[in-house]
């Protein structure tokens, strides 16, 4: 869960197995710390829709930072509860997809790159 300036205020203890980070760890940090370079605009823009909008909900793929300093795609889906006195967050529910989206990128790159007719 973030706060409204993208500050983690709680963390699951979901993500030590799946991302190798320490129980509360990434409290304190902001939330782009952990998101590939490539994907920050993706998590600004969607962060700022959640924001405009009390009680929506924003899905999107991208990937965070292992603490072994890897990578894993996940899909997160973020839920503006800042109106809510017992939550003031947003609720990021994150969902490990990496196996699927590694085997999509390499149906793409084949497509892409249709070696196999030579």
């Given at each position: 869960m973030a706060d409204e300036r993208g500050r983690i205020i709680y963390q699951s203890p979901a993500v030590g197995p799946e991302l190798g980070y320490r129980r509360d760890e990434c409290v304190g940090h902001h939330i782009l710390e952990y998101v590939h370079p490539s994907d920050h605009s993706l998590v600004a823009h969607t962060i700022d829709s959640t924001l405009a909008s009390p009680g929506s909900n924003q899905r999107m793929e991208l990937r965070l930072r292992t603490r072994s300093r890897g990578w894993r795609w996940v899909?997160?889906?973020?839920?503006?509860?800042?109106?809510?006195?017992?939550?003031?967050?947003?609720?990021?529910?994150?969902?490990?997809?990496?196996?699927?989206?590694?085997?999509?990128?390499?149906?793409?790159?084949a497509k892409v790159d249709p070696h196999f007719l030579y």
């Amino acid at each position: 869960m973030a706060d409204e300036r993208g500050r983690i205020i709680y963390q699951s203890p979901a993500v030590g197995p799946e991302l190798g980070y320490r129980r509360d760890e990434c409290v304190g940090h902001h939330i782009l710390e952990y998101v590939h370079p490539s994907d920050h605009s993706l998590v600004a823009h969607t962060i700022d829709s959640t924001l405009a909008s009390p009680g929506s909900n924003q899905r999107m793929e991208l990937r965070l930072r292992t603490r072994s300093r890897g990578w894993r795609w996940v899909e997160v889906g973020a839920t503006n509860l800042c109106d809510v006195p017992a939550v003031r967050g947003i609720v990021l529910h994150t969902g490990v997809i990496h196996q699927r989206k590694v085997l999509e990128l390499r149906t793409v790159a084949a497509k892409v790159d249709p070696h196999f007719l030579y």
